[in-house]
């Protein structure tokens, strides 16, 4: 166990492993795990052995563990080329715990601020220890958010802990190893503050939404058994924090002392409520030293960072000419050049320091983040080196499992772009934006954008955590999902609507089909079914989505300056997003087994489209006819498969009206690049990918964004604003153009779940010399590296062990000599048509049903398509 946990707790363990070296075509054919209590494999508590290919997702019976306890796990596996050694052991402890300890809250609050916050409290402990080097655990949570130290030393590295869920339905506690921190003599400070518990939190001046007392619960457990536990002996102490605020900042007076208060009280709140640790933790992810200082035309001295972030600034006290120094954030300069904060609206975003003179000391917050690229500096010499500041942005991203380069410079900013939007909103939760006074769980900007958030990082458990909250907050309305989750609103606001609540259908497919991790099916599947069943009954008739108040093509350009709501039908959105989820419930019906379930929402799915084209459609044109329109149309498979070449013809006569722009937003603009070379116009597409200017992904670039923005015209052409109400320049939802790149552009497509079979397809385009991804899937690295140049076509593909791919050679008809000489003979040439197995059961021969999760692939008159197996191979052709 490491110095703190840090992985999503289950009372039934899955494990999964990868196979790495090896010929070509290696394959699993046999399994065995072990489970153990001791490293050396003596006692062996669990062992399953299997013929199959299976490497992931292996579950554990829940009764085999036991709270507290240390287990390792090893596996060895038998391949087509032989077998291997045993897998150096993972060693992990099971957190769950008995509470001992109670909850305890201060004696004393303290309330100040700029807008009335509860001053920051320490919960103190003394306590001797007869045998120090035992091993001991640490267990903590709060009301609220919590930083533990142990004799002066930080318990972890984490931030905001116990995170933010739905506190009402579950609060997180972590479990640290502080065996080498514990002596003789001790202290045990736990500092807390409000958090999202009771601070201010909601763009209306919320707080308190769950409580509003900030209480802390923390247990040391020395071989298994509770030393010290919190209770009315500890102590309550105020220490230099004077408030600390998530939209706010702190302030921080360095000159006063620690203050005694008293004893802490008990506080009677249930434990019930108390989980371990669900998900991965916010951590550090990079430092950054700002580009430049600068005094802007109103004689502010500027911080540029050269990079919009979610973090803060660390700074050395060595160049103030003030005993307060300020610094407040902002993320652009206004059209003059000045620095410009109007868009973070109520939220100050300041961090206040009263500090001695130049101590040396470095100074940054613990207990909130801003999102920012620039900083104006008050109290600091007007020539302090920029070398004194450090940016510090963070994420609960640790592992980055995607990357897409090309030749083309602002298409690689553009990747950047997206990549830091993505980090910089996944932060506990998946934010809006991470500035001003929201950063709230929005569903369709993480429904819309997890596709391509399931590439770039590994997101799995970090979603699934968010996932808990649907179904409690679905239950108190009547199936709808709230449009944040969690549910800060209480159901207010906008209730629900289509695009929001379908994120409850959605996003875990997404999970699914990127990770294999049927699981995620099987807790979230009545939080799906009950989305689906309130949709089925709000309609003026089965079959359509038209009741409520609906937010539609959010943000999209169709409409006068200055609107929120896209041109496009609004009832016509929320139905054929309707369609989608249930075509998609349907599906995972079939997975689970519930046959019955997915017979009935193929019905209704049947329904919907029926009742969809005889309200919205004229043939096949949509009756308010607009690019988001067209674009659901396919992408929701709301017409025949013949059909749709018209429609996608009709979409790029409709783009180029526009003057070869999109006027897209949420609800189509992810769709928008991948149904046009879905269906054979792929040159659009390009098109829209390399237009530069407004409105288009590389005009940002081209205005100097490090970050994805909300609206396409957040910064206009002549250096104003869209807005200063609603305008944030780190919003990731028009990010999702990153799955075409990663699955169009170089071509890398999960035909399984979990890429157990992947399409290795791209669509080149001159404009490309060069690109290049990579996706660290399940089962290892799976990439696509094409150069396009003189006429002449390299692809070099890299297919993981234990899995097979369907590649397919652009304009290769004809090459299959190639083909076979560049791998070995071994490539079986496929039209890329799904077929049923056949199966020998005990003698009696049977076909398989083509799974509900596989999707075909046709290959292309001009292409080549053939199959094979792991390993990696080049293909050189003229075209």
Request: overall charge negative.
């Amino acid at each position: 166990m490491n110095n703190e946990t840090d992985f999503t707790f289950t009372a039934r363990p899955q494990f999964s492993w990868q196979l790495f070296g090896g010929e070509k075509g290696l394959h699993q054919q046999h399994y065995l795990l072990e489970v153990a209590a001791d490293p050396d494999f003596y006692h062996i508590l669990w062992q399953i052995e299997r013929n199959g290919a299976q490497s992931f997702g292996v579950s554990m019976p829940a009764v085999q563990l036991q709270p507290t306890a240390e287990y390792y796990a090893r596996v060895q596996v038998r391949t087509n080329q032989g077998t291997t050694d045993w897998s150096a052991p993972v060693r992990w402890a099971d957190p769950r715990t008995t509470w001992q300890a109670g909850w305890i809250r201060p004696v004393k609050t303290q309330i100040g601020g700029p807008k009335k916050q509860k001053r920051p409290y320490t919960a103190q402990k003394e306590f001797t220890i007869q045998h120090p080097g035992q091993r001991a655990i640490l267990r903590l949570s709060a009301l609220g958010m919590y930083h533990a130290q142990l004799n002066g030393q930080d318990v972890g590295r984490d931030y905001f802990r116990p995170g933010f869920t739905d506190y009402s339905q579950r609060v997180q506690y972590q479990s640290y190893d502080v065996t080498a921190l514990l002596q003789r003599t001790n202290t045990l400070r736990i500092e807390v503050t409000e958090g999202w518990y009771s601070g201010l939190y909601g763009w209306w001046g919320g707080h308190d939404l769950f409580g509003n007392t900030n209480a802390v619960i923390a247990q040391l457990e020395i071989d298994g058994q509770v030393v010290v536990g919190t209770d009315a002996s500890w102590t309550q102490w105020y220490g230099p924090r004077q408030y600390a605020d998530l939209y706010n900042g702190e302030e921080y007076d360095g000159q006063s002392d620690w203050q005694p208060v008293g004893q802490m009280v008990p506080f009677p709140y249930s434990k019930a409520v108390l989980v371990p640790q669900e998900g991965p933790s916010v951590r550090v992810l990079k430092k950054i030293t700002p580009q430049r200082l600068f005094h802007d035309p109103a004689g502010h001295l500027v911080l540029d960072l050269g990079q919009n972030i979610a973090g803060w600034i660390a700074f050395k006290n060595q160049h103030v000419v003030a005993d307060t120094v300020t610094l407040t954030h902002g993320e652009v300069l206004d059209q003059q050049g000045n620095f410009f904060r109007d868009n973070i609206r109520a939220a100050a975003a300041e961090d206040i320091y009263h500090l001695p003179l130049n101590d040396g000391q470095t100074y940054q917050p613990r207990f909130t983040y801003h999102g920012f690229r620039y900083v104006q500096l008050t109290g600091f010499a007007d020539d302090v080196p920029v070398t004194d500041f450090t940016g510090v942005a963070i994420s609960s991203l640790h592992r980055q499992t995607g990357t897409f380069t090309t030749d083309n410079a602002a298409i690689n900013q553009l990747q950047s772009n997206i990549l830091w939007g993505q980090r910089d909103n996944f932060v506990e939760i998946p934010t809006d934006c991470p500035q001003r006074d929201e950063r709230a769980g929005w569903t369709a900007d993480a429904q819309v954008f997890m596709p391509t958030a399931n590439l770039n990082y590994d997101t799995q458990h970090f979603v699934k955590r968010w996932l808990r909250d649907f179904l409690p907050a679905q239950q108190a309305q009547d199936g709808a999902l709230p449009v944040v989750i969690p549910d800060i609103l209480r159901g207010g606001f906008n209730g629900t609507t289509g695009v929001w609540g379908d994120a409850a259908v959605l996003i875990p497919w997404y999970i699914y089909r990127t990770y294999g991790d049927i699981q995620v099916l099987r807790d979230q599947y009545t939080s799906m079914q009950a989305w689906v069943n309130y949709v089925r009954r709000r309609g003026t008739e089965e079959g359509l989505y038209n009741t409520g108040a609906q937010l539609g093509d959010w943000l999209a350009l169709d409409t006068p300056a200055g609107s929120y709501h896209g041109g496009t039908d609004q009832n016509f959105v929320a139905t054929a997003f309707f369609a989608w989820s249930t075509a998609v419930l349907a599906k995972t019906a079939w997975l689970l087994g519930k046959v019955a379930d997915a017979h009935d929402y193929e019905q209704l799915h049947t329904s919907i489209v029926a009742a969809f084209r005889r309200t919205y459609l004229a043939g096949v044109t949509p009756k308010k006819d607009t690019q988001t329109a067209n674009v659901l149309l396919l992408q929701c498979q709301l017409v025949e498969k013949g059909e749709r070449p018209a429609v996608a013809q009709h979409l790029a006569d409709l783009i180029q009206k526009n003057g070869g722009h999109l006027d897209t937003g949420f609800a189509g603009a992810p769709y928008l690049c991948p149904v046009l070379s879905a269906n054979g116009q792929a040159k659009a597409a390009y098109d829209l990918l390399f237009q530069e200017s407004y409105p288009s992904w590389l005009y940002e670039v081209q205005q100097g964004a490090t970050t994805m923005w909300e609206h396409w015209d957040s910064l206009k052409p002549d250096g104003s604003f869209w807005s200063s109400d609603m305008n944030s320049f780190n919003h990731y939802a028009y990010g999702s153009i990153g799955q075409w790149l990663y699955e169009t552009v170089a071509g890398l497509h999960a035909q399984r779940p979990g890429y157990q079979r992947s399409v290795i397809a791209p669509q080149p385009d001159a404009r490309f010399g060069h690109v290049q991804a990579e996706i660290n899937t399940v089962f290892g690295p799976l990439v696509s590296d094409w150069y396009l140049r003189d006429g002449q076509f390299t692809l070099t593909v890299t297919i993981p062990a234990n899995t097979t791919a369907q590649v397919v050679l652009p304009h290769g008809a004809g090459q299959e000599m190639m083909v076979q000489a560049a791998t070995a003979q071994s490539a079986q040439f496929t039209d890329g048509t799904l077929r049923r197995r056949t199966v020998d059961s005990f003698g009696v021969k049977f076909q398989e049903a083509i799974p509900a999760d596989a999707e075909p692939w046709p290959i292309a008159a001009a292409d080549l398509g053939f199959l094979l197996g792991s390993g990696t191979y080049t293909f050189h052709y003229a075209v």
